[in-house]
Structure formats: C-alpha cells, structure tokens
C-alpha cells in the first residue's frame, strides 16, 4: 500500500515521517559536504541573518537541536573556517557569521539543498505548501495558546 493510500493515520503520523525523511535525504545528501541537517541549518541561519548571537541561532533551532549540540557545531564551523565570532551584538553576547570561505560553502551547499527540496515538493505548488504552512502554524498557535492559559488537556 503506498503512502497517499493511508488517509486514516493521523496528522502527527505525517509530520513525524515527513520529519524523518527530510532530516534523512538532507543528511545522505549532504554526506559528501560533511555536513548533517543540524549542521545545514545553523550554516544557513548564519548565511541569512548575518551576525547573531549563539542564544538567537538557539531560538530558531530549539526544536532540533540541544544548546550542547549547537556549540558543537559552531566549534565544527568555526574549527573548518566557515563561521567566525564577531565581537558583541546588541545584547553583549558574542555574534557569530559566515566567513569568506563559509560564504562560498554555503553558495555550494545550497545548491544541493535546493535539489533536495525540488524532489521533496515534486507534485505540490506553492499555493499548497503555503497552506500546509499556515495550518500547521495554526495548530501550533491554539497549542501554545491553550498551554499558555494553563488549561488541561482532557
């Protein structure tokens, strides 16, 4: 039975085998890159916000990766000549950002990411992903809505 035959399993059966098989095809495909999911996506936020503190790449990766993990990869960035420390953002804590060669890295990367994602959106317009988007935030605002105000699930 294939996969689209299956519409009686429920939404977390959906999003966690999605979850695992993207985690699964970024890590194969960025093999040869050295490179994991966790470690794709702290490049890539340094490569989008430009110089940011450790608590802020945190805030994004939270849900992957534990705070111990993300020093162990901007050690690894760092260690490989991607990624440098900046001095002091805003908050007085260290900034970090790509450096030259990170930079050049990341371009290279990217372009094995974009294949990734082209064969994990095969069959699916942006309409599509941007309601898959907006439904998941949905649910995880009434989540975190009614978790906030202390309620109880029944």
Same mark, same amino acid.
């Given at each position: ?11 977390? &059966?959906?999003?966690?085998? $999605? ?12 093999? $040869? ?86 064969? $994990?959106?095969? #069959?699916?317009?942006?309409?599509? &992903? ?19 105000? #202390?309620?109880?699930?029944?």
């Amino acid at each position: 039975m294939s996969q689209t035959q299956k519409p009686h399993l429920p939404i977390g &059966y959906w999003l966690k085998q $999605a979850d695992n098989l993207i985690t699964e095809h970024i890590n194969q495909a960025q093999a $040869a890159n050295g490179l994991s999911r966790s470690d794709w996506q702290v490049l890539n936020t340094l490569a989008e916000a430009g110089p940011i503190s450790k608590e802020q790449i945190f805030t994004f990766m939270r849900t992957f990766i534990s705070a111990s993990e993300l020093e162990n990869i901007l050690t690894s960035l760092i260690e490989r000549g991607w990624a440098e420390a900046v001095g002091q953002d805003g908050d007085n804590s260290i900034a970090f950002q790509l450096s030259d060669e990170g930079r050049q890295q990341h371009a290279s990367i990217l372009t094995v990411q974009k294949e990734v994602r082209q064969q $994990a959106m095969q #069959g699916i317009s942006e309409d599509e &992903y941007a309601t898959v988007v907006r439904v998941l935030q949905q649910i995880v605002n009434n989540l975190e809505t009614r978790q906030s105000a #202390g309620s109880k699930f029944s």
